[in-house]
């Protein structure tokens, strides 16, 4: 098709080629199922997500996770009958949508009772300061004491005294008591050490904005504090850090629970990076396996209800009783001192055998995308740590992991491979997402005809950075839905994109 146009200049003619439709747009990812919730939390999750009207996928991932920070290294799961291969309760994940998907309000309920209990343990550290700076107030006047005494034990000679005088004055040192904290947000890398070496049992990094964390472990000079992160994920490892002024501080045992949340677009960009092997290349984007990203919001209803205060309180008390554990009451083994630890029920290791046979095997043959490969192996330490962290909610007496509790792991396992496609874009057309949502914007009308690229970069919409503009460009003119004529100005020349009648009957 040939169409001329008319400026105030010159007329010239537009070659179109025929309009060809998109192919299909990638399929959505599954919504969470209430049965997959924890019996105990069901009802304050679709309490809290109905009255918010968020998904309530944001507000059971943002749980888990919370959940997993309290548990941390207070008790593990041994999965196999007789092996000490030891997976302690640890698990990373993110909200993905645009702006205006309600992800802040979900990611601040999520968190409602683990910020309670970090306000609480912050009074109680201030108690605990106040009584240190009055002992350290009175050993400084039973220094002055010592120092005298001391000095004529040592004037007299008398070794035995002045060793006593000495010892006396030893025992007074005291240390700052432990700070106990559950949750940080932008700490140095040397104080999430201190914070370690002090909460033993982990420690969460909550960024309701995570790509500021992902850019600042991306920094030149900051390898050490990716590594830090990274090897903080399984919750087994341990660090020494050796500085001049601080001296050394040795981490026995790193357990960092990470989470946040992230738009399409910073998302997308470090998925690149990744895929041509950039500084995201290294599996930490992995790592985030409970990683969410429902499509569509639903047809918002208007709803005003005060909050559920029964499932509130049912909902507190789980994570008040995971707070402290008695690995004893709940039939944990311990060997050596190390981490208390249950084992599957007999039909329920069974199970996992069976499951876990089929992992190896898909692993092995390969067929996936290297990044979804390297997430589904990392299932074979998130099933038992979610069938142990389901188990501690809905069985507070204890005992073997339950069959019920892996298999509400193994389903979420299943429906977070499916959003982890999605969000890698491993179920979508060939097209980037970016073509999509540039062709959205022109059949709506919001740019002009003709148009450039600096029109599309310029509003900023998501997705649409300057990179991925001309990317979806390209696209889009290959397949005849726009039009792009070369035009002369003064010192350079300028693409312009016509877009095909079709697409602009009104024009």
Same mark, same amino acid.
């Given at each position: 098709?040939?169409?001329?146009?008319?400026?105030?200049?010159?007329?010239?003619?537009?070659?179109?080629?025929?309009?060809?439709?998109?192919?299909?747009?990638?399929?959505?990812?599954?919504?969470?199922?209430?049965?997959?919730?924890?019996?105990?939390?069901?009802?304050?999750?679709?309490?809290?997500?109905?009255?918010?009207?968020?998904?309530?996928?944001?507000?059971?991932?943002?749980?888990?996770?919370?959940?997993?920070?309290?548990?941390?290294?207070?008790?593990?799961?041994?999965?196999?009958?007789?092996?000490?291969?030891?997976?302690?309760?640890?698990?990373?994940?993110? %909200?993905?949508?645009?702006?205006?998907?309600?992800?802040?309000?979900?990611?601040?309920?999520?968190?409602?009772?683990?910020?309670?209990?970090?306000?609480?343990? $912050?009074?109680?550290?201030?108690?605990?300061?106040?009584?240190?700076? %009055?002992?350290?107030?009175?050993?400084?006047?039973?220094?002055?004491?010592?120092?005298?005494?001391?000095?004529?034990?040592?004037?007299?000679?008398?070794?035995?005294?002045?060793?006593?005088?000495?010892?006396?004055?030893?025992?007074?040192?005291?240390?700052?008591?432990?700070?106990?904290?559950?949750?940080?947000?932008?700490?140095?890398?040397?104080?999430?050490?201190?914070?370690?070496?002090?909460?033993?049992?982990?420690? $969460?990094?909550?960024?309701?904005?995570?790509?500021?964390?992902?850019?600042?472990?991306?920094?030149?000079?900051?390898?050490?504090?990716?590594?830090?992160?990274?090897?903080?994920?399984?919750?087994?490892?341990?660090?020494?850090?050796?500085?001049?002024?601080?001296?050394?501080?040795?981490?026995?045992?790193?357990?960092?629970?990470?989470?946040?949340?992230?738009?399409?677009?910073?998302?997308?960009?470090?998925?690149?990076?990744?895929?041509?092997?950039?500084?995201?290349?290294?599996?930490?984007?992995?790592?985030?396996?409970?990683?969410?990203?429902?499509?569509?919001?639903?047809?918002?209803?208007?709803?005003?209800?005060?909050?559920?205060?029964?499932?509130?309180?049912?909902?507190?008390?789980?994570?008040?009783?995971?707070?402290?554990?008695?690995?004893?009451?709940?039939?944990?083994?311990?060997?050596?001192g190390g981490i208390p630890y249950l084992r599957f029920s007999d039909d329920a290791y069974e199970e996992f055998r069976a499951w876990r046979s089929g992992l190896e095997n898909r692993i092995r043959k390969g067929e996936d995308h290297p990044m979804l490969n390297s997430l589904i192996a990392k299932q074979r330490s998130l099933v038992p740590s979610l069938s142990l962290l389901f188990h501690l909610v809905d069985h507070p007496a204890g005992g073997p992991v339950s069959y019920d509790s892996l298999i509400r792991a193994i389903a979420w396992c299943e429906y977070l491979e499916e959003h982890a496609k999605f969000i890698y874009r491993l179920n979508n057309s060939a097209l980037p997402l970016a073509v999509y949502e540039l062709d959205k914007h022109i059949q709506k009308g919001d740019l002009p005809n003709p148009f450039?690229?600096?029109?599309?970069?310029?509003?900023?919409?998501?997705?649409?950075?300057?990179?991925?503009?001309?990317?979806?460009?390209?696209?889009?003119?290959?397949?005849?839905?726009?039009?792009?004529?070369?035009?002369?100005?003064?010192?350079?020349?300028?693409?312009?994109?016509?877009?095909?009648?079709?697409?602009?009957?009104?024009?």
């Amino acid at each position: 098709m040939v169409l001329r146009k008319k400026t105030e200049d010159n007329e010239f003619s537009v070659n179109f080629q025929a309009c060809q439709p998109l192919p299909p747009r990638r399929g959505k990812p599954p919504e969470v199922n209430e049965l997959m919730l924890p019996s105990a939390l069901r009802a304050w999750v679709l309490d809290a997500s109905e009255r918010m009207q968020c998904p309530p996928d944001y507000i059971a991932v943002g749980t888990i996770i919370a959940l997993s920070a309290i548990v941390g290294r207070q008790i593990a799961i041994r999965p196999k009958k007789n092996d000490d291969w030891t997976v302690i309760v640890n698990v990373w994940g993110a %909200i993905v949508g645009p702006p205006g998907y309600l992800k802040s309000p979900a990611f601040a309920e999520s968190n409602r009772f683990l910020n309670k209990l970090e306000d609480e343990a $912050a009074q109680a550290n201030t108690e605990k300061l106040l009584q240190h700076k %009055i002992d350290m107030v009175i050993k400084e006047a039973y220094e002055k004491v010592s120092d005298k005494n001391l000095k004529k034990a040592a004037n007299a000679n008398d070794h035995e005294k002045a060793y006593d005088f000495a010892l006396e004055k030893v025992s007074y040192d005291k240390e700052a008591p432990p700070q106990k904290r559950y949750v940080t947000s932008d700490p140095t890398i040397e104080k999430l050490g201190e914070l370690l070496v002090d909460n033993p049992r982990g420690i $969460a990094v909550y960024r309701d904005e995570l790509v500021g964390l992902i850019k600042n472990l991306e920094r030149p000079g900051q390898e050490g504090a990716r590594t830090f992160f990274l090897e903080g994920w399984n919750g087994s490892g341990s660090y020494t850090f050796d500085r001049i002024r601080r001296g050394t501080v040795r981490v026995k045992s790193i357990c960092l629970t990470v989470f946040g949340s992230i738009q399409p677009g910073p998302l997308y960009e470090y998925l690149r990076r990744a895929s041509e092997g950039g500084a995201g290349d290294d599996g930490l984007l992995q790592r985030f396996q409970l990683m969410i990203y429902p499509d569509q919001l639903k047809e918002y209803v208007d709803i005003d209800r005060a909050p559920d205060e029964e499932a509130l309180k049912q909902a507190e008390a789980v994570f008040r009783r995971l707070d402290n554990i008695d690995p004893v009451a709940l039939g944990a083994s311990c060997d050596d001192g190390g981490i208390p630890y249950l084992r599957f029920s007999d039909d329920a290791y069974e199970e996992f055998r069976a499951w876990r046979s089929g992992l190896e095997n898909r692993i092995r043959k390969g067929e996936d995308h290297p990044m979804l490969n390297s997430l589904i192996a990392k299932q074979r330490s998130l099933v038992p740590s979610l069938s142990l962290l389901f188990h501690l909610v809905d069985h507070p007496a204890g005992g073997p992991v339950s069959y019920d509790s892996l298999i509400r792991a193994i389903a979420w396992c299943e429906y977070l491979e499916e959003h982890a496609k999605f969000i890698y874009r491993l179920n979508n057309s060939a097209l980037p997402l970016a073509v999509y949502e540039l062709d959205k914007h022109i059949q709506k009308g919001d740019l002009p005809n003709p148009f450039t690229a600096r029109d599309v970069y310029r509003k900023k919409w998501t997705l649409l950075n300057q990179e991925n503009v001309e990317v979806a460009l390209r696209h889009l003119v290959e397949l005849g839905r726009l039009a792009p004529v070369e035009t002369k100005g003064p010192g350079r020349s300028t693409e312009v994109f016509h877009i095909h009648p079709d697409l602009c009957a009104g024009d």
